[in-house]
């Protein structure tokens, strides 16, 4: 069974700062898809960013993008120039074998 | 385009009895697939519905069940509820299936908040 595994339950950083949260993940799949979500206190899930595992290019979204290490089954998300909007709760995901599954999440505060 | 809907919004219920959820999709989206978000489990993929037919199942008793209408549209069922069915239930839509190869992007709903009491 696929797992994901998010190791830092909190994070904080400063306003404008840059933070990195980690995910990794165990698979015996070789084609599969990464997500990074965001879970404002208003619980309204939202794509942050998206990765395909074939592409060695690292995804990139305005200040979110990925470092994306296959062999390692690692996948982090760096958020730069962060904001007080940045505040929630990041789930990094991973999607093969017909079941999209989650990490237990990342809360991260921002500090103004 | 409107976001995916979720009602009600907030639930109540007692042990022992049923409730039944809705979703609709974003329009144009046939796969619906939902969601249960606890404390302690986190979040667990249910089902996922596409094409009113069932896909995918997650690992949940048989009292959780749904349906997806024509429209696209989805209900979730739990029947007999138990105090440990108090969870945020999160829906989420995508054009295609998970289950046929589709990758695209879910998007989530702002889920219904069950407290079994």
Not at chain 1, 22 to 41: A, H, I, N, R, V
Not at chain 1, 53 to 75: C, L, P
Request: aromatic residues 12%; positive net charge; contains cysteine.
């Amino acid at each position: 069974a696929q797992t994901v595994t998010q190791s830092q339950p909190e994070m904080s950083v400063q306003e404008a700062e840059t933070v990195t949260l980690s995910c990794t993940y165990d698979t015996s799949e070789s084609d599969y898809y990464l997500f990074w979500y965001k879970q404002p206190p208003s619980r309204q899930m939202i794509l942050v960013i998206r990765q395909e595992a074939y592409k060695q290019q690292n995804a990139t979204e305005n200040r979110f993008s990925v470092n994306f290490q296959k062999a390692a089954k690692s996948f982090s998300l760096k958020i730069s120039d962060s904001q007080l909007g940045d505040a929630a709760m990041y789930f990094c995901a991973y999607y093969a074998g017909n079941m999209l599954t989650f990490g237990g999440g990342t809360r991260l505060m921002v500090k103004p | 385009k409107a976001g995916v809907t979720q009602t009600p919004r907030y639930l109540i219920k007692t042990r022992g009895q049923q409730v039944t959820l809705s979703c609709s999709p974003i329009s144009g989206h046939r796969s619906v697939s939902w969601y249960q978000q606890t404390p302690g489990q986190g979040l667990q993929f249910l089902f996922e519905y596409f094409s009113e037919t069932q896909r995918n199942k997650g690992n949940f008793p048989g009292r959780f069940s749904g349906r997806q209408f024509s429209n696209s549209r989805s209900e979730m069922n739990v029947s007999t509820l138990e105090l440990g069915d108090s969870a945020l239930y999160l829906c989420a839509s995508s054009p295609q299936s998970l289950s046929g190869g589709g990758t695209d992007t879910q998007y989530f709903g702002p889920g219904t908040r069950l407290t079994v009491l």
